[in-house]
Each structure stands twice: as C-alpha cells, then as structure tokens.
C-alpha cells in the first residue's frame, strides 16, 4: 500500500481511538460522582487522547512493523492487531451515528418545528461577558454562545381536550450562572420570554455554578409570568453547590415551585396536567404520578434524559430535559461528541418520539465553558395542538 494510503488508515484508527475514549467519558459523566472523581477520568481522557497521535505514528507507522516507512500490517502484533480492530469498530460506530444524527424522522406528534435566531449580542452592544472565569473563551471568534436560537415546537398530543388548544410551555434549563456570562444575557433572555406570553413556565436545573451570585435568580427567573405557574427542578451542578439554599431562594425570594421528587396536579379549563419533577441519579427520588388521576397530560421535568427510560415505563406523555447542552461543540458532519449520557451523543438534544412519551432535550442556555461551535444556546418554546377527531395520531397513540 501507499504511504499515503497506510496514513489514511492511522488517521480511521486515530477517529476511532477518540470514538471509544468520548464514548466511554460521556458514560462515566452520567454517574453522580463528585467533581474529583470525574476530574481523573477525564485526565485519562485527555491523556489518552493527545498521547495515541505520537505512540501510533512513531511505533505503528515508524517503528515496527513502520507501515509509512514501508513496513507491511500483517506484520503488527498481536496486541496492536487487537486494539485495531476494536477502534475500527469505533470508526463504524462513528459513521453509524453521525448518519442517524443527520437521518432521523421528526416526532409524529411534532407537527411544527419552527427557529428564530436572535445575536443579542448585537442588541445589547457587544458580547456581554461579565468577571467571570474563562473569559478569554467567551471572546474567540465564531463562538455563538450569545447566540440565541428561540425553538417553538408545535406538539399535537392524542387526546387532549380541545379547551387546550394553544397551551403555551416555555422552558428554561442549564443557566449556569458564573458570572463569566454576564446577567445582562439573561435579562434579555427573560424579556423574550415574558414577550412569548407562556402559560406555564418550567426550569430544568443547573442553575448556580457560583454561589456568591444566587441573588440573580429573583433579579431574574423572578420576573416570568406565566398564568399556570413556574415550576423548576434543580441539576448535578446545584447539587454541587448548595442545593437547600438554591432552593430556599427559588421558592422564597423567586417565587417558583419546587418540584423535585414529587407531582403537582394543575388545573385548566376543567382539565389536569399533572407535572412532576426528578433530580435523579444525583438528589432525591423519582415522583410518583397518580394512576387514578387520569390526567389529560402527564408531564415531566428531568434534569438528564437519562431518566426516559423511567418516564416510558410510567406512560409519561412529555419529558422536559437539558443537561447534555446539545454537545457545545458540534463538528460537521459528526454532530456532538461530548454528551455526559447513559445513552452517549443519542440524545445531546433534540425532540424525540419513544413511544408512550415524547422527549424534548434543550441545548440550555449557558454553561460552566462559554463556548459554543454550531450549537446555539437555545429557549424551548411548546404550543400544545389538540388533534382533531379520528386523527391518525390517536389511533397510533395508545393513550
């Protein structure tokens, strides 16, 4: 073979390698282990990563067999034979995702996906970075973390009466208040949520990053309106800080509604969503929605998307998530690589039908790293649609 062809295949094996490495840290970030512990696994990541270039191109491509020196790969060991054919496998695993990322139909019961993109940025006269660390980040070009993409999903759920139709639900989760993003990003954020009129408002966690500005939480999730309540729910980034305090001040001073670990029935035009909340695996327990209550809509507010599995086995109709930021950086053609999931880079974000339930993961707003490549912070915006009598959707809906 070619030089050029023996470093075409070192670079597949290379993609690979990264593949197994990303796949295996995304996997360990789903477990509740503290910050320390999780520090040292992506220490080995890291090293694992920028270590394999030089290893594989002076031992495989120079040394022995010395494939780019003109050295034959039946010639490779034993050992080396093996892991090759294991980042192979990487390599397909890669390409199989990136497809199914590009591939994948849109939710029968989404019948509207609309994105309007807002540089506030521009509107608040530069890009609004505060004392915060890493601000170097939050200065590199191409970075769209003041990028706000507002995304409205119109949802056609089977069975909901008709007096629903129009029902606004607005999201808000992964804040992650550093100070490095400044508070005048979130000010603007929450003028366009007030400027959407919700009828129920919902956060999703990871609120606080730092404690010593707990007090923008009034100063700002404070000012919602939303007729149906505000309802939240707190991620492994509070629970890092100090979750009681978090909470104290989103129900005391901010006038929100704590929903971890249990259910709450809201009533509207005669009919109950019943809403629920869980923190799980990081605080708490899951909630226990009410089997006799045949609400019209079950709806749940989960920190990770890790939990749906739970959500399907409970008939939830909705699952509300953030968390996985959408991957942050999304390279192209590939998508996201760094999703800190049981279920890896499947559900960095996005809205997904696993039937009895709907999930709708948001990229979140910020992040503990200001920086962003093809993956927007995002608002989530959900206009409920009644279906109409003998819609195909509620014969296949099984509710």
């Given at each position: 073979?070619?030089?050029?062809?023996?470093?075409?295949?070192?670079l597949?094996?290379y993609?690979?390698?990264c593949?197994?490495?990303?796949?295996a840290?995304n996997r360990?970030?789903?477990?509740?282990w503290s910050r320390r512990?999780?520090?040292?696994?992506?220490?080995?990541?890291?090293?694992a990563?920028?270590?394999?270039?030089?290893?594989?191109?002076?031992w495989?491509?120079?040394?022995?067999?010395?494939?780019?020196?003109g050295?034959?790969?039946?010639?490779?060991?034993i050992?080396?034979s093996g892991?090759a054919i294991?980042?192979g496998?990487?390599t397909?695993?890669?390409?199989?995702?990136?497809l199914w990322?590009g591939?994948?139909?849109?939710?029968r019961?989404?019948?509207?996906?609309?994105s309007?993109?807002?540089?506030l940025?521009?509107q608040?006269g530069?890009?609004?970075?505060g004392?915060?660390?890493?601000?170097g980040?939050a200065?590199?070009?191409?970075?769209?973390?003041f990028q706000?993409?507002?995304v409205?999903?119109?949802v056609?759920?089977p069975?909901?009466?008709p007096?629903?139709?129009?029902?606004?639900?607005?999201q808000?989760?992964?804040?992650?208040?550093t100070?490095?993003?400044?508070?005048r990003?979130?000010?603007?954020?929450?003028d366009l949520?007030?400027?959407?009129?919700p009828?129920?408002?919902?956060?999703?966690g990871d609120?606080?990053?730092?404690?010593s500005l707990?007090?923008?939480?009034?100063k700002t999730?404070g000012r919602?309106n939303?007729?149906?309540g505000r309802?939240?729910?707190?991620g492994?980034h509070?629970?890092?800080?100090r979750?009681?305090e978090?909470?104290q001040?989103?129900?005391?001073?901010?006038?929100?509604?704590?929903?971890?670990?249990?259910c709450?029935?809201?009533?509207?035009?005669?009919?109950?969503?019943?809403?629920?909340?869980?923190e799980?695996?990081?605080?708490?327990q899951?909630p226990?929605?009410?089997?006799?209550?045949?609400p019209a809509?079950?709806?749940?507010?989960?920190?990770?998307?890790?939990?749906?599995t739970w959500?399907?086995?409970?008939?939830i109709?909705?699952?509300?998530?953030?968390h996985n930021?959408g991957?942050q950086v999304?390279?192209?053609l590939?998508?996201?690589?760094?999703?800190?999931?049981?279920f890896g880079?499947?559900?960095?974000?996005?809205?997904?039908?696993?039937d009895?339930?709907?999930?709708?993961v948001s990229?979140g707003?910020?992040g503990?790293?200001?920086?962003?490549?093809f993956?927007?912070p995002?608002?989530?915006r959900?206009?409920?649609?009644t279906a109409?009598?003998?819609?195909p959707?509620?014969?296949?809906?099984?509710?």
């Amino acid at each position: 073979m070619s030089v050029l062809a023996n470093a075409v295949l070192l670079l597949t094996w290379y993609a690979g390698h990264c593949e197994l490495w990303t796949a295996a840290l995304n996997r360990v970030y789903a477990n509740p282990w503290s910050r320390r512990r999780l520090s040292r696994w992506r220490l080995w990541h890291d090293g694992a990563l920028l270590l394999f270039p030089p290893l594989l191109i002076g031992w495989v491509g120079l040394y022995s067999p010395g494939v780019l020196v003109g050295g034959r790969w039946n010639e490779l060991g034993i050992a080396w034979s093996g892991y090759a054919i294991l980042c192979g496998c990487g390599t397909v695993s890669l390409v199989l995702h990136s497809l199914w990322q590009g591939l994948r139909p849109r939710p029968r019961w989404i019948t509207r996906r609309d994105s309007r993109v807002i540089d506030l940025a521009s509107q608040l006269g530069g890009r609004p970075i505060g004392a915060g660390r890493h601000q170097g980040m939050a200065r590199l070009p191409l970075n769209q973390t003041f990028q706000l993409d507002i995304v409205s999903r119109t949802v056609k759920l089977p069975g909901l009466p008709p007096a629903w139709n129009g029902l606004t639900i607005v999201q808000l989760t992964d804040l992650h208040f550093t100070g490095t993003v400044d508070r005048r990003w979130f000010d603007a954020v929450i003028d366009l949520v007030n400027e959407t009129r919700p009828d129920l408002a919902v956060c999703t966690g990871d609120l606080i990053d730092e404690m010593s500005l707990i007090d923008w939480l009034p100063k700002t999730l404070g000012r919602i309106n939303a007729p149906l309540g505000r309802f939240f729910i707190l991620g492994n980034h509070d629970q890092y800080q100090r979750p009681d305090e978090i909470r104290q001040v989103m129900v005391e001073q901010a006038g929100w509604r704590d929903l971890a670990g249990r259910c709450e029935p809201i009533e509207h035009a005669g009919q109950v969503l019943e809403i629920g909340g869980t923190e799980r695996p990081w605080m708490g327990q899951h909630p226990s929605f009410d089997p006799a209550a045949a609400p019209a809509l079950k709806l749940l507010l989960s920190h990770t998307p890790d939990n749906v599995t739970w959500a399907q086995q409970q008939h939830i109709d909705i699952v509300l998530a953030g968390h996985n930021h959408g991957g942050q950086v999304c390279l192209p053609l590939i998508g996201p690589v760094y999703s800190p999931s049981r279920f890896g880079c499947r559900f960095a974000a996005g809205e997904f039908q696993l039937d009895p339930t709907l999930m709708i993961v948001s990229r979140g707003l910020s992040g503990r790293h200001p920086l962003r490549l093809f993956c927007r912070p995002e608002l989530t915006r959900i206009v409920l649609e009644t279906a109409t009598q003998g819609d195909p959707a509620d014969a296949a809906s099984g509710r």
